[in-house]
């Protein structure tokens, strides 16, 4: 009979060395977990200070030194196990989404997008008591400025010319012949377009964005220019009262439902704010007929106790008394803080023949502006001239909270793209 003890003593030895497997095994399951937490939180630290950087781009005095201060200060808020991340590079540049993934050119202008890499060497690992040389991480996060907005909520029933925008963009490039119609209808460019109006904003050249439209028919001969704070040839070009909600819906290629409801009531209540619409590029609206001056300017004006608590501005400056106007606070849209101006949302529309009376028009493109005055009576026979309810406004980038598309807009949103 053979005896057991050589095979307890077998059991010991493999015993032994399942035991040590299993350790090891865990000890690396253990390093693989903990680098994995460290690469999640690493690439949370790249996003933020992606984003950071990408926040100073839509700044009107952005400067490369303050996209790379925000970047590096919130690598630092942003701890990864537990201490600050190595950063590797802070890079301004362009994004071309229609190049994604590989969409980021570094180190170009204009700027309208950043680049972070951040990294951290592990440490405390079991491996690195095996021998085995501990890794270091790497994170890469790419943060867009000007993501286009191709759909918008609360869009205010004032539809402008977009030759209008045009007009004023090709002159801050110094485009030739800025007011040809070739010029005039080319399409909106994301990133020089952008940056021009930018730019503008920067210089504090407001009058070079600055435009005056009047309620009417599609009648644009001059586009509303403004020169030197005064009207080009003491005219405003028009701007046309739209019908809301929109007439036809370019996503499903369908009428909406409900229709519009034409008449002073409905796009009064469009622009006190009562109710709000979306719209995209490519969806058409209906005009309304007739000047409708009076519902404009009271439904504008919340400070009109047959309107209030809604409408655009605050209140409006009516300082007209005969001929003698203070030309320099008549007509202000006066906001919550005490100063001139409200953001509003707008459909900027290409007519290819002259809009006439009711018509449908498409919207073209997505942007907003500024509105600075509406005139709550007409100028007394004052110079320059101008009309019950137009509006003066200055066009601007500014963000919204809508999808991203593929549409150029002025509208947009900072997004992660990498």
Request: proline residues 6%; contains cysteine.
């Amino acid at each position: 009979m053979r005896s057991s003890r050589g095979r307890k003593g077998a059991f010991v030895v493999l015993f032994g060395i399942m035991f040590v497997s299993l350790m090891a095994a865990g000890a690396i399951a253990i390093d693989f977990s903990r680098i994995w937490a460290m690469r999640n939180e690493l690439q949370t630290t790249a996003d933020a200070a992606a984003l950071a950087g990408a926040v100073q781009i839509t700044k009107p005095a952005n400067a490369t030194a303050d996209i790379d201060t925000a970047s590096r200060n919130n690598v630092g808020r942003n701890l990864v196990m537990g201490v600050p991340a190595v950063v590797n590079e802070v890079t301004p540049g362009q994004w071309n989404d229609n190049a994604a993934p590989n969409g980021f050119t570094a180190a170009v202008t204009p700027t309208n997008a950043v680049r972070v890499v951040v990294s951290h060497a592990t440490n405390n690992l079991i491996m690195s008591n095996l021998g085995i040389t501990a890794p270091t991480v790497k994170a890469t996060a790419i943060a867009w400025a000007e993501a286009p907005i191709s759909t918008t909520n609360c869009i205010r029933p004032w539809a402008i010319p977009y030759e209008v925008l045009m007009g004023r963009v090709n002159v801050l490039r110094n485009i030739a012949d800025p007011y040809s119609r070739d010029n005039l209808t080319r399409p909106f460019d994301m990133v020089n377009d952008m940056n021009a109006l930018r730019q503008a904003q920067a210089s504090g050249d407001l009058n070079a964005l600055r435009f005056s439209l009047k309620l009417g028919q599609n009648d644009n001969a001059n586009n509303g220019q403004i020169s030197d704070g005064t009207l080009v040839n003491g005219q405003p070009g028009n701007f046309q009262a739209v019908v809301l909600p929109k007439w036809w819906d370019f996503e499903t290629q369908s009428h909406t439902e409900p229709r519009p409801q034409p008449g002073g009531n409905a796009y009064g209540d469009a622009i006190a704010g009562r109710n709000c619409y979306g719209i995209a590029v490519g969806d058409s609206l209906m005009t309304e007929t007739g000047n409708k001056v009076n519902i404009t300017v009271s439904n504008a004006d919340k400070s009109d106790p047959q309107t209030a608590p809604y409408g655009v501005c605050e209140s409006i400056v009516d300082a007209a008394q005969g001929q003698n106007v203070d030309l320099t606070t008549h007509g202000n849209c006066m906001n919550a803080d005490g100063g001139v101006g409200v953001e509003i949302k707008a459909a900027f529309y290409f007519c290819p023949s002259s809009c006439q009376g009711r018509s449908k028009v498409s919207v073209t493109l997505l942007g907003s502006f500024t509105l600075e005055k509406i005139y709550p009576d007409g100028d007394g026979g004052n110079s320059p001239r101008w009309d019950k309810s137009q509006i003066v406004g200055t066009f601007n980038p500014v963000s919204d909270i809508g999808p991203v598309g593929g549409s150029s807009t002025t509208l947009y949103r900072i997004i992660l793209v990498k």
